[in-house]
């Protein structure tokens, strides 16, 4: 028995970890397939306070988990896939295991959104990405499309052009969302171009992509655009749905009461899984620490002794 | 781990006894650093049953070219001369494993 299951490995839950095994705390990471979250896809992290020259994403990622681990938490890297929080304690299961613990503290973050077109899923790695700084040296002198209007759509596109002839930002109104600084530099970027009221319907290829189906919502117009590589930055959905009798807002985040708390007494939850509103690393690391003292009180109120 | 290039892939790699796994990366990627030293692990775990070596696709475009790599870390099981399995993205260490296993008995 757990005193503590933390769902997710984000900076939100390995956080959480810190500080529950700080406060002796029996605690275990259920950290997921791909363990460290979203920044786990970046490179340079300029923000996050204490690195002075910034620091790649990964590497907070493996410093946050050492520290956890080095405090006493332990990590089974699998994806939580179903649970019982009708009941104390609380079951939380994966493919191949299952705990039990006294309290639960969520931060399953929040995943790339995907378009959800034919063609889309057989292809991400093989010319379909949803991260440029990753993968944009593969498209050296080739045409890319971005799919987008947000500052995202607009990071990517420029970090891009460093190799590619020609990147496309395809989106599906008929202006930009993103910040006025973002969209003046993508204008201003001379192997930029636009195209607004069009959404992607298929993409296309054998063993990598070659091209694309694309409309114009507005004539219904439907035309193929040859090209190497699709770029999706159309924004993250959260990882909430798997969770059930927990409540989420219309928006699919998981609905927070009094700061941590879910609707269930016991179950707490951190980071881009609730918030849809700064979205950052330092406040994802933030809400981890929270959760975890409301959890460390909560625990307290329940059981007079620690075992 | 042993770094192949685009001149030693076919000795190293297609004409390799055992299944090899080629961990394809390159310097400017940070989730390759990741990969990387779970894959050295697995080398030495796997010593005798499978090879794992790594290439640095900068350096070697056409390999990694050939094989249609365009995101990386990107893994790939050869044996007999063919790519039997390819993982691509950062990817926990069990899921490597289960890889290796399934092309050693197949
Ligand atoms: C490309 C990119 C660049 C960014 N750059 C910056 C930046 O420079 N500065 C900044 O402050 N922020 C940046 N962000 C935002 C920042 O990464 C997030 O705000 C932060 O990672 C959120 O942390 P989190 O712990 O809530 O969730 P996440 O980081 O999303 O982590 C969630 C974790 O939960 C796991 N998980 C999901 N489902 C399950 C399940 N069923 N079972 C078990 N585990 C599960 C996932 O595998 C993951 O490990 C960037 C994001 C992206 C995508």
Not at chain 1, 174 to 193: G, H, V, Y
Not at chain 1, 240 to 252: P, T, W
């Amino acid at each position: 028995m757990h005193d503590v299951i933390i769902i997710g490995s984000g900076p939100a839950g390995l956080t959480a970890a810190i500080y529950t095994t700080r406060a002796n705390l029996k605690t275990l990471v259920v950290a997921g397939g791909k363990w460290g979250g979203q920044l786990m896809l970046t490179t340079l992290v300029e923000n996050y306070p204490g690195f002075s020259e910034g620091i790649q994403g990964p590497d907070l990622m493996m410093a946050m988990r050492k520290q956890a681990q080095r405090h006493g938490a332990e990590v089974v890297e699998e994806d939580f896939t179903e649970g019982d929080f009708t009941k104390k304690p609380f079951v939380v299961k994966t493919a191949t295991k299952s705990f039990e613990g006294k309290s639960v503290i969520i931060a399953t973050g929040a995943d790339t959104k995907w378009l959800g077109v034919p063609g889309e899923k057989e292809r991400i790695g093989r010319g379909v990405s949803s991260c440029a700084p990753c993968d944009a040296p593969f498209f050296r002198n080739k045409k890319l499309i971005v799919v987008g209007g947000g500052d995202s759509a607009m990071e990517e596109a420029l970090v891009l052009t460093r190799f590619a002839e020609k990147v496309t930002i395809i989106h599906r109104r008929d202006s930009l969302r993103a910040s006025q600084i973002l969209q003046q530099r993508a204008k201003n970027n001379p192997k930029i171009t636009f195209l607004f009221n069009t959404t992607v319907e298929e993409i296309q290829g054998l063993e990598k992509v070659t091209g694309v189906k694309l409309k114009n919502n507005q004539t219904g117009k439907i035309t193929d655009m040859p090209i190497d590589g699709v770029f999706v930055a159309i924004g993250h959905a959260p990882n909430s749905r798997i969770f059930q009798g927990l409540e989420i807002d219309e928006q699919g985040y998981i609905a927070v009461h009094n700061h941590t708390k879910t609707n269930i007494e016991g179950v707490f939850v951190a980071g881009d899984v609730h918030d849809a509103k700064y979205r950052q690393a330092i406040t994802a690391a933030g809400f981890g620490c929270a959760a975890a003292l409301e959890a460390e009180r909560w625990l307290d109120s329940q059981y007079d002794t620690k075992n | 781990m042993a770094d192949i290039t685009d001149r030693t892939f076919e000795q190293e790699v297609l004409k390799s006894q055992l299944p090899t796994l080629v961990d394809f990366w390159a310097p400017w990627c940070a989730p390759c650093r990741i990969v990387s030293p779970v894959v050295e692990e697995l080398g030495e775990e796997y010593e005798g049953k499978a090879k794992v070596v790594k290439l640095n696709v900068d350096d070697n475009p056409d390999t990694a070219s050939r094989y249609n790599v365009m995101s990386i870390p990107t893994l790939i099981i050869f044996k007999n001369g063919q790519p039997v399995k390819t993982i691509i993205g950062a990817q926990p260490k069990e899921n490597i494993r289960r890889a290796i296993d399934e092309a050693i008995g197949s």
